[in-house]
């Protein structure tokens, strides 16, 4: 009894196995056909196809290649990107894409300019296609590719070779000149308008601006200021650089003054230079320059005179003063 029991147990198990393993295909069946019909939809819902005007072309000519995609606005189609060749011919150049949506198709097309450059047989194409398809997976599509002869010129071997044509004489225009005219006119203009400033910058004297000269006569003006510095007592001071500037200073005014000459931004060696221009006489050159060196020397090379050259330097001063003083005004002086 026992024996009998346990037999339909396993022939009910083996049962209920086989229904389980007929289920599970069943199940991938049912899976495989519909990944099969999502494929065939997204291969039905987009296309490409690549045609061309002729099949057959001379070396170095030009051939259109026209690529038209279809498909539906619910995918997402990257148009591929061609640099250099299209299949194995050279790519000279390509158009922007059209774009035409009729309901819910899209028709996109784009050209494609391509060359050989040998005989023989070549082929432009195929083109992959990126697409983004229904569940949202990058997808690729292969278009078709144009077999293209490409044939040589015929030659007559039987003829003889003919020499190479001389270039072909073209007459010159003038807009060809035109930049150079221009260029031309421009530098004339240049050079004119650098010679006018140059002339205007020769011919134009520096503008002298004078001081106002005192009320006093030049002599009486120097007198006064070398009498004020004078008791100052400024080298006793031990400010003997700033005794010899000023000491300086007057002197130099004075010669504007008396002369008229703009000495007080002169050099001493500008002023010796240019003193035999005016009505000086050896004597007084010779008080002017060595008071001028002597300031020189304490200024710029910071010697340190003795207390009798200081005494010195002012009495050359004034004594150039009386010396080149205006002789009307020293007749008056004596009435």
């Not at 061309?52 to 001379?58: A, E, K, M, R, V």
């Not at 070396?59 to 690529?67: A, C, E, K, M």
């Not at 007592?233 to 650089?241: A, G, H, I, S, Y």
Request: with cysteine; hydrophobic share 40%; charged share 25%.
């Amino acid at each position: 009894m026992k024996r009998v029991q346990f037999m339909f147990y396993r022939k009910q198990y083996a049962v209920s196995s086989m229904q389980w393993n007929i289920h599970w295909r069943l199940v991938f069946f049912a899976f495989a056909c519909s990944i099969f019909n999502l494929q065939s939809s997204i291969a039905q819902s987009v296309s490409a196809t690549l045609s061309s005007d002729s099949n057959q072309i001379l070396i170095g000519d030009h051939l259109n290649v026209r690529l038209t995609i279809k498909h539906s606005k619910d995918l997402n189609v990257l148009l591929p990107k061609l640099i250099d060749t299209l299949g194995n011919m050279e790519l000279v150049s390509d158009s922007k894409t059209d774009t035409v949506t009729e309901g819910n198709q899209t028709l996109l097309t784009k050209t494609f300019i391509v060359s050989a450059y040998d005989s023989g047989e070549f082929h432009a194409g195929p083109v992959k296609l990126y697409f983004k398809n229904q569940v949202g997976d990058i997808d690729s599509l292969l278009s078709n590719a144009i077999p293209v002869t490409v044939n040589t010129v015929p030659v007559d071997t039987t003829q003889p070779i003919k020499p190479i044509k001389a270039p072909l004489e073209v007459p010159y225009t003038w807009q060809e000149f035109i930049y150079y005219i221009v260029a031309a006119l421009l530098l004339i203009a240049l050079i004119a308008v650098a010679i006018v400033l140059w002339k205007r910058y020769k011919n134009k004297k520096p503008a002298v601006v004078e001081r106002p000269k005192p009320k006093d006569p030049p002599h009486v003006w120097a007198k006064k200021e070398l009498k004020k510095l004078e008791e100052e007592k400024l080298w006793q001071k031990d400010e003997v650089k700033l005794y010899y500037s000023r000491l300086t200073d007057i002197v130099r005014l004075y010669l504007e003054y008396r002369f008229n000459w703009l000495a007080l931004e002169s050099t001493t060696e500008e002023i010796a230079a240019e003193i035999d221009k005016y009505e000086i006489n050896d004597v007084a050159k010779k008080l002017l320059l060595d008071t001028l060196r002597s300031a020189d020397l304490v200024k710029f090379a910071k010697m340190l005179p003795a207390p009798d050259a200081n005494s010195k330097a002012m009495e050359s001063a004034k004594n150039f003063v009386d010396v080149t003083a205006q002789t009307e005004v020293k007749t008056e002086e004596k009435k």
